[in-house]
């Protein structure tokens, strides 16, 4: 099936931008405070980094993705690599799922206990992941332009609660501080590597990537400028979800009492198509290591891991939200580290054919 | 608890149920892969919950990176 570049830049606007303003941005106001957007700059430029590595690497083998050359090339060694990078999908997934659920608890559905939200949201995502990449690529072109306009929406109903003095003063930056804040960051924005990763080189454009990662970025930084104008640095950097309060500041007259409901509605889906793309990623991924298992009968039972390793590897919101602190290091090591190895390793041979993976 | 117990093992029977003709086709592998991947989520559901002393392994992988994290976390 045909991908373009739209939607690849649209897969990956779904993919950065919906569960990492739940958690970065109290995390880098902590960190940077009011000089957080040039927490989320830097980390960008790292990001694209590491992008630009696996998109020259990915342009080496035009038929396939970086994970089937990896193991075609080293089958061992790059099978290993790959149950690494495969544990770790498992992690970001579990993660997902615990995020949006405590989320949920938290603010939407209290009463109804985390486990049994975490197994709506995994059986949503199962359903959808079943439906194979055509099922991704029709959801974030239908649900990332229209969440990309309601931010400028939220942005125009927002704009008189606006106090631009909170973030004084402008110039007195603490650079410890906004590295700090571009280490909490990264993670999230580097799963975009995800993209090159599983789309073979014959349609995977790294233009799209760099644009994908551009708007997404740009989405994150509006976001956090505005909670900081609108709800404070102080508050922005105690509150667990500071986007999510600052829309419940949005008030038209009397129009709608929970106006915060239209845009989690808009949001959720975009939510659940991350968690499905983990999934599908994970289950890609487990294909390749190895080849006899069928990716997609294995989707449901990799939904169900995930959502018994989102219960027991967190032992409550707070510790979840503490994590933030480690995994970067271990981010940095897959999403930095492991992308100048296969720049350096995955060279063209020559004129030896490539052998074949799986 | 219990309501998660029941509503993994429902979504559990309702996937065998809709992948039966792919579980039927698909080999082996596949089947031993899907049953054993189905126990030892129910099986983690049930440590998890049951368990007087939990290991959460994002807690321990927290204790031992600590050392070597490039900043200090004082907020």
Redesign the interface.
Known sequence: MKITKRQITLLGVLYIGSISYLHTYTLATQAARQHAVISYIISGLICLLSLWLVATTLKRFSDRNLLQALAGRFPIFGRVLLVIYLLFLLFICARDIRIISDFTNTVLLNRTPVPILGLMVTATAVYICQGGIRAFLGLSEIYAPIFIASMFFVVLVLLRDLHPTYLVPYFSMDWTGITEGAWFVFPYQAEILVLPLVISGKYYKAISGYVGLAIGTALMVVLLLLSQMVLGIPLVERLIHPGYELIRQIQITDFIDRFDLLLLGFWYPMALSKIAFDLYVLCYTLQIVVPKLSGRLMTAPAGALAFACSIWFFKNALQLFHFNFVLPLIAITLYLVIPILFFVMLRPRGNKPEPKAG | ?I??YI??LL??VF?CW??WG??RE??V??RW??GS??V???G??I???WSPQ?F????W??RV??P????D?H?
């Open positions: 608890m309501s998660s509503g993994l979504l559990i996937s809709r992948d792919s579980l698909g080999g592998l596949s892969a899907f991947v189905m030892v989520s129910f983690i559901l440590y998890v919950t939990v959460y392994p994002t807690e992988l927290g990176l600590q070597l994290l490039p900043f976390h907020h």
